[in-house]
């Protein structure tokens, strides 16, 4: 097989990984389903590295070779027939909440849809209050947090949140 590398490289990175040694990181496919499957969105963003450069390089958890962020990137240059990314180490969050809450930070940007939206919000909500009973300002406050990560608000959340618990035949409808 032959060797492909990006020739244009704008960012600090601890070396260079084959792109199909990648593992990704399911997670990510928890929070955001199947968004790096547009296959356009996919050849724009190949087109767009191969004439500006990466900006941003992969990052990889210490000592494996798991994805915490680049999936896309890594998709659109694997269809550009690259073998290799650069990358940097990132340490791995210890729990499960804390990787989601790194992952939706880093991907604010990523259209979603508002039932999306509010299922991640109460995703990383049951996780954060798991077995424990928190108050209702402590509820509060994270859904708060949570919903300004995916660019929504607690009252969308907690509209959506009535809906979803007193009529799951209009939520079934909601886009």
Do not use: W
């Not at 060797?3 to 704008?10: A, G, P, Q, V, Y």
Request: one cysteine or more; glycine letters at 4%; proline letters at 3%.
């Amino acid at each position: 097989m032959k060797i492909k590398k990006l020739k244009k490289i704008n960012c600090q990175y601890d070396g260079q990984i084959e792109l199909s040694k990648l593992i990704p990181n399911t997670l990510n496919k928890v929070l955001y389903k199947d968004l790096n499957d547009d296959p356009d969105y996919l050849d724009n963003l190949g087109d767009l590295i191969e004439d500006q450069g990466l900006h941003e390089c992969v990052d990889v958890y210490e000592g494996t070779s798991e994805l915490d962020s680049g999936h896309n990137r890594r998709e659109a240059l694997l269809r550009k027939g690259y073998t290799h990314v650069p990358f940097k180490y990132v340490t791995k969050p210890k729990t499960e909440l804390e990787r989601l809450e790194r992952i939706a930070a880093k991907n604010a940007r990523k259209r979603l849809t508002s039932t999306q939206k509010y299922e991640n919000v109460k995703l990383m909500i049951n996780k954060r209050f798991d077995k424990n009973n928190p108050t209702k300002e402590e509820k509060s406050k994270y859904i708060k947090l949570y919903s300004s990560m995916f660019s929504t608000s607690k009252q969308t959340y907690d509209m959506l949140d009535e809906i979803y618990l007193k009529r799951q035949d209009i939520y079934q409808k909601i886009e």
